[in-house]
């Protein structure tokens, strides 16, 4: 037998497939990873320390460089769990604006994965293609918000302004693209035999392991569980919404594409529910103080980004700030897995596991 | 708590109209909001509509996943406990719209009391009256049934919620440390996928020397939060695999999300 020697191989910091800075530390004896060690921490900027000296309104901003693929649902969270604890009813309109801006986000985020995650294992025109349709997406939440990617839309009790004339329609013209585009995705790669024999079966765990290791999103409906908060726990209106929670049953790292490209549509179909109920005029904000204050005590609401779980915990003591901020943020929780995933594996599924995590590092980091 | 969630508003609103210096950041945000504002009862009645009209086709969907995920919920409790979320869901969605009745709400049991008491029955079965410091219902937190258990009782209890099968929390949603100047607390949110039950676990350690049993040998993935909390307020979590300072690294010095902690920069 060959004899093999154990190397040491840094992966990161700055690495283009760890899609920020994250390092990864591995062990390999010959092509076999015996050990992987994730080292984080590049890009902590202490979101949850800075938040103790702001007030609520403050905070938003920030809550959108955490997960900057999917802020909107960032800032969601954020004025959820305010007005969850002022007890705050939203108008309608605010909270279907609420939504079409965060499933578009969550179309614009998953495209981006699905992009990127192609490049990484070695195809080049599905990024091409993907942020051909997400610079629509981006741009149409620009018209709205006023930027790009850190949107700072969502107040608490409302959105900061109504959409701009025309927008409605821009967005509801992007849904038949996108369906088509999604088609052609699917031809493209869905049906392509070298990706399928990359992912097929790859970092496949069980859904013990992944509830055991709070895995959430994409990552723990591969595994066959049937858990979306937007349907067992609804905020926000999703329970007026028809659309399915997309499962797997392997738990391999197809299976974790099929759901993301399985939710695209399902984001499509809410959107377009979101035009049929849709009341065509409205308050964009409900009735709330001008100095946003949370009643003394303690809430943790969470819902579902398109990385899974997103979560905020407040403690108040009543004053203009919060007393302590903490942002469950799903990447931080989803990569925990990653060192038993990669164990015993062959060096070549490194790259196909890390990025079917789905991580982003401004998230994972806080 | 809406009547009381009200006086606390207005009360803010009118301490807020003195004070201008702290207010004027935000100025800017509400003079775009405030031309849309208009008479919010028109708005509310329907809400409640839409909102009570949309839920009925709802309801008998959303059993139907613990159904099928859980083919051995043979026993009673569980049983009527997985009915009452969804059935209470409209009592919820409407409770802070319908101002008619505010009081009511503030003295009526949660949605959510039987649970605790199931909860409450099993802990005090198994580990004794003993073992709990407090628990109630957070209405704030929408209503999470929140137990807060002694440093000493903490695993234990940790341990039955996560292996009982009447409780089976099998998830650890969150885990987080909280510095309250007098003493650290340790939160952590449980889900159960077996009834579809959540649940806040709560505990007080003291601040000098905080140590607490670790919780990864029941949820694998309170290792990294873990971490979190030892690295930014300094607790130290017994037994943990590997405990390190996960974002700031080794070398840094104090707990940056202690209250006491002094800044490298002050200008940060």
């Known amino acids: 037998m060959l004899r093999t020697e154990e190397m040491l191989l840094n992966v990161g910091p700055q690495h283009p497939s760890t899609h920020g800075v994250f390092r990864l530390v591995i062990k390999i004896d010959g092509e076999i990873i015996k050990e992987a060690t994730p080292v984080i921490g590049y890009l902590h900027r202490g979101t949850e320390k800075l938040a103790e000296d702001l007030t609520y309104t403050q905070i938003i901003p920030y809550t959108d460089r955490m997960d900057y693929l999917a802020a909107m649902t960032n800032n969601y969270v954020l004025c959820h769990a305010v007005e969850t604890m002022m007890g705050v009813e939203l108008p309608d309109y605010a909270e279907y604006l609420r939504v079409l801006a965060m499933e578009l986000g969550r179309i614009a985020s998953h495209l981006v994965w699905f992009g990127t995650y192609l490049l990484d294992i070695g195809a080049v025109s599905p990024f091409l293609y993907a942020f051909r349709e997400r610079e629509r997406i981006i741009n149409l939440l620009n018209e709205l918000s006023g930027g790009r990617l850190t949107f700072n839309y969502m107040r608490v009790g409302g959105v900061k302004w109504d959409a701009p004339g025309g927008w409605f329609d821009r967005v509801q013209e992007f849904v038949p693209y996108m369906r088509e585009q999604l088609a052609g995705y699917h031809d493209l790669v869905g049906g392509n035999e070298i990706f399928l024999s990359r992912v097929k079966g790859v970092g496949v765990y069980s859904q013990e392991t992944a509830l055991q290791y709070s895995l959430s999103g994409a990552n723990l409906r591969c595994t066959g569980v049937d858990w979306d908060l937007r349907k067992h726990e609804p905020y926000s209106l999703y329970e007026r919404f028809d659309f399915k929670v997309i499962t797997g049953e392997t738990g391999d790292a197809w299976d974790r594409f099929k759901c993301r490209m399985g939710e695209i549509e399902e984001s499509l179909k809410i959107i377009e529910q979101t035009f049929d109920q849709m009341p065509a005029e409205g308050k964009t904000m409900a009735k709330v103080p001008r100095m946003i204050k949370a009643p003394p005590g303690e809430a943790y609401v969470r819902i579902e980004s398109p990385r899974g779980e997103i979560g905020c915990y407040i403690n108040s003591d009543g004053k203009k700030e919060p007393y302590r901020m903490k942002f469950r943020r799903p990447s931080f929780y989803n990569l925990q897995i990653l060192p038993k995933l990669l164990e015993g594996e062959n060096m070549a599924n490194l790259i196909t596991i890390l990025g079917g995590v789905d991580i982003v590092l401004g998230e994972v980091d806080g | ?268």
């Open chain 2, 1 to 268: 708590m809406t009547d009381k969630d009200k006086s606390q508003e207005t009360d803010s609103v009118h301490k807020d109209g003195g004070d201008h210096s702290e207010s004027e950041r935000q100025q800017r945000d509400h003079e775009a909001d405030k031309p849309s504002s208009g008479p919010p009862d028109k708005q509310d009645s329907q809400n409640e509509n839409a909102a009570t009209d949309s839920e009925n086709p709802n309801k008998p969907q959303t059993p139907h996943p613990t159904e099928e995920t859980n083919p051995k919920k043979a026993t009673e409790k569980p049983v009527s406990s997985e009915k009452s979320p969804p059935d209470d869901k409209p009592k919820r969605k409407s409770s802070p719209s319908s101002k008619s009745a505010p009081e009511k709400t503030e003295e009526e049991p949660s949605y959510n009391q039987p649970l605790l008491d199931q909860y409450l029955s099993i802990i005090e079965k198994d580990l004794g009256s003993m073992a709990l410091e407090a628990a109630y219902i957070n209405r704030l937190s929408k209503h999470v049934p929140t137990l807060v258990a002694h440093d000493h009782t903490y695993f234990q209890v940790a341990k039955l919620l996560r292996y009982h099968p009447a409780l089976s929390f099998n998830y650890l949603s969150e885990l987080h440390g909280t510095d309250l100047k007098t003493h650290m607390e340790v939160y952590l949110h449980l889900h159960s996928f077996e009834h579809h039950h959540s649940l806040a676990l709560k505990v007080k350690i003291e601040r000098d020397n905080p140590e607490l049993e670790t919780v990864t040998s029941l949820w694998e993935g309170a290792n990294w939060p873990e971490c979190e909390a030892y690295d930014l307020l300094g607790i130290h979590f017994i037994n943990h695999p590997n405990l390190k300072r996960i974002f700031l690294g080794e070398e840094w010095e104090g707990y940056p999300l202690r209250k006491d902690y002094e800044a490298y920069d002050e200008e940060v």
